[in-house]
């Protein structure tokens, strides 16, 4: 399935935020925004309220590592449940395989923990999932298979872990219990979900 693969300072500094995480290449130019000319007269105008809300959305894309079509339909999927569609729709985004295996600390990049997905490294209940957009459910229980284990890059990436409430740890068996969906506050990432539910209901 296709992915972008470009250089990712480049989409960060567009942004305005290290969304991948640290990247010390971001922090020199973050003032800069990306191109050859740097700042200009263009880039400089106010921006649209479409444009804004756009932006928002292909911030929540990039940082999640999510498509246009897979975006969408979790939009689609938040709208039918039952609350605050935008809180919902970063939940289904934090539920995601890939990313709860990134948050656990199996690896420390979104990437990084898609690469372990889908090459068979990690099972849920027991069972190996290679779909990095499975959505999990409270209980489910998140580990990497015995094979796996011993792999150098899950241990340096365990090493500087950080912990989160909705995420319950078993430090013996390297192996982390999915709770429940986070709730808003408990999300980290700079996301004004929102705009995004605006730009769909246009």
């Known amino acids: 399935m296709a992915r972008y693969i470009g250089p990712k300072t480049k989409i960060a500094r567009k942004f305005g ?10 922090e020199r130019r973050k003032n800069q925004p990306p191109g050859q000319h740097g700042p200009n007269r263009r880039r400089n105008a106010k921006k649209s309220e479409y444009a804004v809300q756009l932006m928002e959305k ?64 990690v099972t849920v209940n027991g069972e190996l999932v290679n779909i990095p957009s499975y959505i999990l459910k409270a209980g489910d229980v998140i580990a990497i298979r015995e094979k796996s284990k011993s792999l150098e890059i899950i241990a340096d990436a365990l090493a500087s872990k950080a912990n989160y409430e909705w ?20 999300i980290p990432e700079d996301i004004k979900e929102q705009l995004i539910v605006e730009l769909y209901n246009k």
């Not at 935020?17 to 971001?26: C, H, L, T, V």
């Not at 939940?91 to 979104?110: H, M, P, W």
């Open 17 to 26: 935020a290290a969304i991948y995480g640290d990247d010390k290449s971001f």
């Open 167 to 186: 995420l319950q740890f078993n430090d013996e068996k390297k192996e982390s219990t999915f709770l429940s969906a986070p709730e808003r506050i408990q």
């Open 58 to 121: 292909q911030k929540a894309k990039y940082t999640y590592g999510i498509l246009e079509r897979q975006f969408a339909n979790l939009f689609e999927r938040a709208t039918r449940a039952k609350g605050v569609t935008g809180e919902i729709l970063l939940q289904l985004c934090e539920s995601r395989l890939d990313n709860v295996v990134y948050r656990i600390g199996f690896a420390k990049t979104r990437a990084g923990a898609r690469q372990l997905v889908s090459h068979r490294h």
